[in-house]
């Protein structure tokens, strides 16, 4: 297994590539069961769950050319020989997003057996809502030995009015996909408005699909009888990007982001100029700087989008440690995303949890330790952190990483950063 050996204290300068955004190439990639001709994307990052999905797809009878290997900036996906519509309890239980398989199964082929996923690090997180949408567009569902079997009325799906009850990222995903091939016109009221979602949208427009209201919380899909094979760029990842800025918040230095999702990011880059950070836009160029300070106080509350998204909040919280006064951070999206917190604390940061509410008093400094990643978003808070320690730091079971950013260790290094990767 590698860890990572952090040393902190040395400012980022240069510039740096933003790359595709996981949360849009997944459910893209699940799309790809859709259409009657193979879907190609183009800037899929290389990451561990995209491999995971990958694989998933493989085992229902697609093929994904090329396989990762190294890098993989474009993969055809063609799912044309699929020949069992199943999602295995091993790659949902490592991977929840393999539940995107679900609505696209019903879909194209009238039936699909999804293992239903369990809890995982962050909260419960179950898939209730997407179930309940799919069952109001006819399908009928049975549980048995822990997997969900779906089946789709004769004739196909229906379209239908789904609300849903909180707002859900995945399940609007799923049921827009589900929309494309229905019969009838289908409207999700309540809908994620995350860019991810939208770029999903755009891929299936692309397609053939007939969808409205992209970007709004209500979406319209009108079924159509078949799609057909494109080739979509997957948009950038405004999270990498984010988590780019927030290492600059606490390195200093000046950095810019190049192919940056700017217009998606406005919440998050609001708050890290409260903190103090120059911020530059100049078209798809995020320029930042800090140099010599200290980041200010700020306070934050996750929403869905445009609210301050939860991908963020383990970094923020990162840059908080070391602010001048108090922040309080608020978890609003899952139960039980604070794992990191007991982590920063062995770096010195002054923590106290309440429920959802995190009191982030700063210190004056940091100093490096051993660290564990509990998750994809606790470990780049924990690599953040320990940029501004003094000393070394050592984060194992970087893994969760992986499965989430494609080589942050390597961006950081290129900017700068002392940050190594060995086995363990
Ligand atoms: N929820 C339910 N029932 C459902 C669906 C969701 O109770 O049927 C709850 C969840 O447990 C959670 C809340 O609703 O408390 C919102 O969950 P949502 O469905 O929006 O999350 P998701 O679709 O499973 C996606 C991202 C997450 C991101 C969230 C919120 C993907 C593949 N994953 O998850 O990404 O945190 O939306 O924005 O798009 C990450 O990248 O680190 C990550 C966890």
Redesign the pocket.
Request: charged share 30%.
């Given at each position: 297994m590698d860890r990572l050996v952090i040393e902190g204290g040395s400012p980022l300068r240069g510039e740096v590539k933003v790359g595709g955004a996981?949360?849009?190439a997944?459910?893209l990639m699940a799309a790809s069961i859709l259409p009657q001709g193979p879907l190609v994307l183009q800037n899929l990052p290389t990451l561990g769950?995209l491999k995971t999905m990958g694989r998933l797809l493989g085992f229902m009878g697609g093929n994904v050319t090329p396989f990762w290997e190294g890098t993989c900036e474009r993969v055809e996906l063609d799912m044309s020989k699929l020949t069992r519509p199943e999602a295995p309890h091993e790659l949902v239980k490592t991977m929840?997003?393999s539940?995107?398989v679900l609505g696209p199964l019903l879909a194209r082929y009238g039936r699909a057996k999804v293992s239903l996923p369990g809890g995982c690090a962050?909260?419960?997180?179950?898939?209730?809502?997407?179930?309940?949408a799919l069952k109001e567009m006819g399908a009928l569902f049975d549980l048995s030995g822990g997997d969900v079997v779906a089946t789709a009325p004769t004739g196909g799906l229906l379209g239908a009015r789904v609300h849903?009850e909180?707002?859900?990222?995945?399940?609007?995903?799923n049921i827009m996909m589900a929309a494309t091939l229905a019969k009838g016109t289908t409207t999700i009221v309540n809908a994620?408005r995350?860019p991810?979602v939208s770029d999903t949208a755009r891929a299936l427009i692309a397609m053939g699909a007939k969808i409205t209201g992209i970007g709004t919380d209500e979406i319209t899909v009108e079924g159509v009888d078949s799609l057909k094979g494109t080739t979509y760029t997957v948009m950038a990842d405004r999270?990498e990007a984010g988590t780019l800025i927030a290492a600059v918040a606490v390195a200093g230095g000046q950095v810019t982001l190049t192919g940056a999702p700017c217009s998606s990011m406005e919440a998050v880059l609001e708050k890290f100029a409260e903190a103090g950070l120059n911020i530059l836009i100049e078209g798809d160029k995020l320029n930042v700087s800090f140099e010599g300070g200290t980041p200010k106080a700020v306070s934050a509350t996750t929403l869905?989008?445009p609210g301050f998204?939860?991908?963020m909040q383990a970094q923020f919280m990162a840059v908080m440690t070391l602010a001048q006064g108090v922040s309080i951070i608020t978890e609003t999206?899952?139960?039980n995303?604070f794992m990191h917190v007991a982590e920063l604390k062995r770096l010195g940061a002054d923590i106290t949890l309440e429920g959802r509410v995190a009191v982030v008093k700063g210190v004056k400094g940091l100093s490096g330790a051993p660290l564990t990643a509990s998750?994809?978003?606790a470990s780049a808070s924990l690599i953040i952190a320990a940029l501004a320690a003094k000393g070394k730091s050592f984060l194992s079971r970087v893994y969760h990483l992986d499965r989430?950013y494609d080589s942050l260790d390597g961006k950081l290094r290129q900017l700068g950063a002392k940050i190594k990767r060995e086995k363990e």
């Open positions: 996981k949360n849009a997944l459910p769950d929840r997003a539940a995107l962050i909260g419960v997180r179950p898939i209730d809502m997407h179930l309940k849903f909180t707002v859900t990222v995945t399940g609007t995903e994620a995350e991810e999270i869905p989008y998204p939860t991908d999206i899952f139960e995303r998750d994809l978003r989430g």
